[in-house]
C-alpha cells in the first residue's frame, strides 16, 4: 500500500493562488492516474483533476477549468495542484488519490489509496 501525503494548504484571499502538493511513498509510475478530489462541509467529494501517468493527460472539473493546473513529477514521485484565481467557492479539504486503473477520472471510486487531504481557506 502506498501511502500519500499533502502539502501546501493554507489561507489565502480570492484572486490569490496556492500549490498543492502529493508525495507517493512508493513511484508514481505504478500508478495509472493520480487526483485531487475537494470536500466541503455539508457536501460531497468532487473531482477537481485528474493526470493519466503514462502521458501526462489530464482532466478537470468545470469549475477549475483555466485556473487550476495538474502536473506530475515521476522523479520526485510527486503531483503537484497549482491554483490560481481562487474564489471562496474553493474553500474545501484537499485530498490526493492514486488510482491503479481508472476509466472515469475524476469519480472518487476509482481511486484505491488516498492521503489525509489538508486544508484550502479562500476569504473574499
Known amino acids: 500500500q502506498v501511502q500519500l501525503m499533502e502539502s501546501g494548504g493554507g489561507s489565502v484571499q480570492a484572486g490569490g493562488s496556492l500549490r498543492l502538493s502529493c508525495t507517493a511513498s512508493?513511484?508514481?509510475?505504478?500508478?495509472?492516474?493520480m487526483a485531487w478530489f475537494r470536500q466541503s462541509p455539508g457536501k460531497g467529494r468532487e473531482g477537481v483533476a485528474s493526470?493519466?501517468?503514462?502521458?501526462?493527460?489530464?482532466y478537470y472539473a468545470d469549475s477549475v477549468k483555466g485556473r487550476f493546473t495538474v502536473s506530475q513529477d515521476n522523479a520526485k514521485n510527486t503531483v503537484s495542484l497549482q491554483m490560481n484565481s481562487l474564489r471562496p467557492d474553493d474553500t474545501a479539504y484537499y485530498y490526493c488519490?492514486?488510482?491503479?486503473?481508472?476509466?472515469?477520472?475524476?469519480?472518487?471510486?476509482?481511486?484505491?489509496?488516498w492521503g489525509q487531504g489538508t486544508q484550502v481557506t479562500v476569504s473574499s
Open positions: 488519490a492514486m488510482g491503479r486503473w481508472v476509466a472515469d477520472h475524476l469519480a472518487q471510486g476509482e481511486y484505491n489509496d
Open positions: 512508493k513511484s508514481i509510475s505504478s500508478a495509472h492516474s
Open positions: 493526470v493519466y501517468i503514462g502521458d501526462g493527460s489530464t
